[in-house]
Protein backbone atom coordinates (compact mmCIF):
# COMPACT_ATOMS: atom_id res chain seq x y z
CA UNK A 1 0.00 0.00 0.00
CA UNK A 2 1.07 3.49 -0.79
CA UNK A 3 1.65 5.96 1.76
CA UNK A 4 2.86 9.63 1.62
CA UNK A 5 3.76 11.47 4.28
CA UNK A 6 4.63 15.46 4.25
CA UNK A 7 6.62 17.37 6.92
CA UNK A 8 7.96 20.80 6.42
CA UNK A 9 4.97 22.78 6.58
CA UNK A 10 4.79 25.62 9.46
CA UNK A 11 4.63 29.62 10.11
CA UNK A 12 7.14 32.55 8.22
CA UNK A 13 7.46 35.87 7.48
CA UNK A 14 6.67 36.47 3.65
CA UNK A 15 10.10 36.73 2.47
CA UNK A 16 10.92 33.27 4.40
CA UNK A 17 11.85 30.09 2.91
CA UNK A 18 10.55 26.70 4.00
CA UNK A 19 11.54 23.30 2.67
CA UNK A 20 9.04 20.38 2.53
CA UNK A 21 9.15 16.62 2.43
CA UNK A 22 7.35 14.14 1.58
CA UNK A 23 8.52 10.37 2.42
CA UNK A 24 6.80 7.67 -0.05
CA UNK A 25 6.49 4.16 1.10
CA UNK A 26 4.85 0.99 -0.41
CA UNK A 27 6.51 0.58 -3.90
CA UNK A 28 9.30 1.43 -5.78
CA UNK A 29 9.33 4.77 -7.00
CA UNK A 30 12.01 5.25 -9.46
CA UNK A 31 9.43 4.97 -12.27
CA UNK A 32 7.19 7.52 -11.30
CA UNK A 33 6.95 11.07 -11.10
CA UNK A 34 5.77 13.12 -8.11
CA UNK A 35 4.27 16.34 -7.55
CA UNK A 36 3.31 18.76 -5.14
CA UNK A 37 -0.27 20.48 -5.18
CA UNK A 38 -1.76 22.90 -2.86
CA UNK A 39 -5.01 23.87 -1.99
CA UNK A 40 -5.64 27.53 -0.35
CA UNK A 41 -8.89 28.44 1.31
CA UNK A 42 -11.83 28.70 -0.57
CA UNK A 43 -9.84 27.86 -3.79
CA UNK A 44 -9.53 24.42 -5.98
CA UNK A 45 -6.03 22.31 -5.41
CA UNK A 46 -3.67 23.42 -8.15
CA UNK A 47 -0.71 22.14 -9.37
CA UNK A 48 2.74 23.60 -7.75
CA UNK A 49 5.39 21.45 -9.42
CA UNK A 50 6.21 18.07 -10.44
CA UNK A 51 9.72 16.30 -10.80
CA UNK A 52 10.45 13.28 -13.42
CA UNK A 53 11.10 9.64 -12.46
CA UNK A 54 15.09 10.62 -12.88
CA UNK A 55 14.78 14.04 -11.15
CA UNK A 56 16.14 15.87 -14.06
CA UNK A 57 12.90 16.58 -15.93
CA UNK A 58 11.12 19.48 -13.98
CA UNK A 59 7.44 21.52 -14.46
CA UNK A 60 6.03 24.69 -11.89
CA UNK A 61 3.28 26.68 -11.69
CA UNK A 62 4.36 30.44 -13.04
CA UNK A 63 2.90 31.51 -9.80
CA UNK A 64 6.38 29.88 -7.78
CA UNK A 65 9.04 29.44 -10.96
CA UNK A 66 12.14 31.21 -9.63
CA UNK A 67 10.73 31.11 -6.44
CA UNK A 68 10.39 27.13 -5.75
CA UNK A 69 12.41 24.46 -6.05
CA UNK A 70 11.34 20.91 -6.61
CA UNK A 71 13.60 17.77 -6.20
CA UNK A 72 14.17 14.48 -5.08
CA UNK A 73 16.38 11.43 -4.03
CA UNK A 74 15.36 8.14 -5.20
CA UNK A 75 17.68 6.48 -2.55
CA UNK A 76 15.25 7.86 0.26
CA UNK A 77 12.00 7.64 -1.97
CA UNK A 78 11.69 11.12 -0.72
CA UNK A 79 10.83 14.49 -2.90
CA UNK A 80 11.35 17.56 -1.51
CA UNK A 81 10.00 21.31 -2.43
CA UNK A 82 12.38 24.50 -1.48
CA UNK A 83 10.55 27.33 -1.10
CA UNK A 84 11.78 31.18 -0.70
CA UNK A 85 11.19 34.68 -1.17
CA UNK A 86 7.63 33.16 0.01
CA UNK A 87 4.58 35.35 -0.31
CA UNK A 88 1.31 35.33 1.84
CA UNK A 89 -0.72 34.04 -1.17
CA UNK A 90 1.41 30.86 -1.25
CA UNK A 91 -0.64 29.80 2.19
CA UNK A 92 -2.37 27.07 1.55
CA UNK A 93 -2.26 23.08 2.60
CA UNK A 94 0.88 21.53 0.48
CA UNK A 95 -0.27 17.83 -0.94
CA UNK A 96 2.66 15.46 -1.95
CA UNK A 97 1.00 13.39 -5.59
CA UNK A 98 2.62 10.51 -7.31
CA UNK A 99 0.76 9.28 -10.13
CA UNK A 100 -0.65 5.95 -10.37
CA UNK A 101 0.98 5.59 -14.45
CA UNK A 102 4.31 5.03 -14.06
CA UNK A 103 6.27 7.74 -16.40
CA UNK A 104 3.39 10.12 -16.12
CA UNK A 105 4.05 13.69 -15.55
CA UNK A 106 1.84 15.85 -13.39
CA UNK A 107 2.07 19.22 -15.42
CA UNK A 108 0.33 22.62 -15.01
CA UNK A 109 -3.37 22.60 -16.32
CA UNK A 110 -4.14 18.95 -16.33
CA UNK A 111 -5.91 17.45 -13.73
CA UNK A 112 -4.22 15.14 -11.65
CA UNK A 113 -6.10 11.66 -12.42
CA UNK A 114 -8.55 10.27 -10.61
CA UNK A 115 -6.83 7.18 -8.82
CA UNK A 116 -3.18 9.25 -7.46
CA UNK A 117 -1.89 8.84 -4.61
CA UNK A 118 -2.07 11.87 -1.87
CA UNK A 119 -0.39 12.84 1.02
CA UNK A 120 -2.80 13.94 4.45
CA UNK A 121 -0.89 17.48 3.46
CA UNK A 122 0.74 19.87 5.62
CA UNK A 123 -0.06 23.55 6.50
CA UNK A 124 1.93 26.44 5.11
CA UNK A 125 1.14 30.07 6.54
CA UNK A 126 3.06 33.10 5.06
CA UNK A 127 2.17 36.05 7.66
CA UNK A 128 2.78 39.20 5.92
Known amino acids: QVQLVESGGGLVQAGGSLRLSCAASGRTFSTYAMGWFRQAPGKEREFVAA????????YYADSVKGRFTISRDNAKNTVYLQMNSLKPEDTAVYYC?????????????????????WGQGTRVTVSS
Open 97 to 117: NVPTQAFRMPRPGVPPGEYDY
Open 51 to 58: VSWTGVGT
